[in-house]
């Protein structure tokens, strides 16, 4: 097959448009084309109301090996690359694989895809998951959001799934991707039920509701294959002899034993980031941020980005990703935006307030939202104690739920009244999406000076990029602090742990990962490592 790239079509192009410009590319006539998919389509912006799309394309054709050397010159042509994911191990159809069992814990995306990989190599993991299966822990989450009650271990955070069922579903990373397995994560999410469109759209996301059922089917795949997953199975301890797992305990006192452990619990779990310092694993500090969701109306988002062309359902709601350098030496930038989303309630411990985003797949909501957050790191801002990013967590989230008025209401504060810093009184034309609500009030007691000096410069600078960005009654909500793991379980190229053998640290718990794409990059990659561990050690 040959793969074309940077064909570009309007936005209002017909269904032929794309097989024409193939067809004009190459010179060849429609008979002479066999078939063709999308690799990719994307959109350059770069004129404001001349938005054009554009494709890479695979194409099968008879010609193809006297198209590659006619067009040899073109670097818009060239052969399809191979895309297929190929297994490290594999047991051998039918065959039985003796020995202790891999366990991996958590059911994110980083824990669900470890699984899965490990299933698919007939190593038949269990998988323990504190948390509730992912449609109970949605009536409590959805309870909590409605009433203020928090179950801390069926939340936002806990729960099959992870913190990303409960986002936009967004599918894209900067990991760079050589033996395909971002590929094999899309692949499965279409095979587990979403749309085909995730594997060659810009920017792909699934959307929370439409993630539930997939997550299901994740499941379902497992549990198939050989896998069992166990849910409100809390591991409380894990037993390490001559600095080698030998196995795990649960809360309810069951031990499992295993010498493969996927530690894959999220950025979340801090009493069993506890639990594995006082064990003696090797934990350090790492950076982070803090800050805030701001809200603005989704149609001026789309405005800004895309002018006259704004609302074609080709282009859909529009994203911005923004940073900016402060005098103060810190770095405010944009996180984990979700256009056409609302706010959440994130807290995952009592008495703690957290905020987070989503969007639905139809990303149709009023507002936008975004994190607009401040980095920090541990040299100057938390150096005490390598967990000492959880206390400084623990303290503004605390902060913020007295503020709000100790229910889980969220501090909100207008955008002017935040810039002028004065508190505010009343809502403007952009309402908060945040549930339990939203309590005004001054939010320059919700976070460190230097924080809020940060923001206060950045907001404005931001709205030279996106015009009306620092627009007077756009509503800031406090706060955000799960932006990435505070802490980092230091691992070797094997993927284990520096000094626990057995333990395999993975995801954005332990530090390896920021979304959901990349999450289950790094529990395939935590499968494989364990895979030829494995085998090189049972005769199969």
């Not at 004065?422 to 549930?435: A, I």
Request: hydrophobic share 40%; proline share 5%; charged share 20%.
């Amino acid at each position: 097959m040959l793969r074309i790239s940077e064909i570009k079509l309007p936005l209002d192009h017909d269904d032929t448009a794309l097989a024409q410009a193939i067809l004009k590319k190459l010179g060849i006539s429609k008979e002479q084309l066999t078939s063709y998919t999308i690799f990719k389509r994307s959109y350059d912006a770069r004129k404001r109301g001349h938005i054009l799309l554009v494709y890479i394309v695979d194409v099968a054709t008879p010609q193809a090996e006297k198209l590659l050397a006619k067009f040899a010159g073109d670097r818009q042509i060239a052969p399809t690359p191979a895309m297929t994911y190929e297994f490290v191990a594999q047991a051998k159809p039918g065959q039985v694989v003796e020995g202790k069992r891999p366990v991996v814990i958590g059911t994110g995306p980083c824990g669900m895809f470890a699984g899965l990989l490990l299933a698919q190599m007939g190593l038949k993991p269990i998988i323990l998951e504190r948390g509730k299966s992912v449609r109970d822990r949605s009536v409590d989450t959805f309870r909590f959001w409605v009433k203020g009650k928090l179950n801390a271990e069926s939340n936002v955070q806990f729960g099959e799934g992870g913190a990303g069922t409960f986002s936009d579903g967004k599918l894209y990373s900067q990991v760079r991707d050589p033996n395909h397995y971002g590929r094999k994560v899309l692949e499965e999410f279409v095979n587990a039920g979403a749309d085909p469109e995730i594997l060659y759209i810009n920017r792909p996301h699934i959307g929370t509701y439409r993630l539930v059922k997939i997550v299901q089917n994740l499941r379902s795949t497992i549990e198939e294959l050989g896998g069992e997953i166990h849910f409100q199975s809390h591991v409380t301890d894990i037993n390490i002899r001559q600095n080698q797992v030998q196995g795990i305990t649960l809360e309810n006192g069951q031990y499992i034993a295993t010498n493969h452990v996927v530690l894959a619990v999220g950025h979340s779990a801090r009493d069993t980031f506890q639990m594995l310092f006082e064990r003696g694993v090797y934990i350090e500090a790492k950076p982070f941020s803090l800050g805030f969701r701001i809200e603005h109306p989704q149609a001026l988002i789309d405005q800004c980005r895309y002018g006259p062309q704004a609302g074609h359902a080709r282009l859909g709601s529009a994203d911005y990703k923004l940073v900016h350098h402060c005098q103060n030496g810190r770095s405010v930038y944009s996180f984990c935006m979700c256009p056409g989303g609302k706010v959440v309630a994130a807290a995952s411990e009592p008495g703690r307030l957290v905020t987070n985003g989503m969007s639905e797949y139809a990303r149709d909501e009023a507002n936008a939202n975004s994190a607009i957050v401040v980095g920090i790191n541990p040299e100057e801002d938390y150096p005490e104690h390598p967990l000492a990013g959880i206390a400084l967590q623990r303290h503004w989230e605390e902060r913020a739920f007295q503020l709000g008025g100790a229910n889980y209401q969220a501090p909100g504060q207008l955008v002017g009244d935040f810039l002028a810093d004065r508190p505010s009184t009343k809502f403007g034309s952009v309402l908060p999406s945040y549930k339990p609500g939203v309590k005004l009030v001054n939010l320059g007691e919700s976070l460190p000076d230097y924080a809020i000096a940060a923001l206060r410069e950045a907001i404005p600078a931001f709205d030279k990029k996106i015009g009306s960005f620092a627009m007077e009654d756009a509503v800031l909500t406090a706060v955000e602090t799960r932006t990435s793991s505070p802490i980092r379980i230091k691992r070797g190229d094997d993927f284990q742990s520096i000094n626990t053998f057995g333990l395999y640290p993975a995801g954005e718990g332990a530090g390896y990962a920021g979304g959901i794409l990349s999450a289950g990059i790094d529990g395939i990659k935590v499968a494989e490592a364990i895979a030829l561990d494995f085998f090189a050690k049972v005769d199969i």
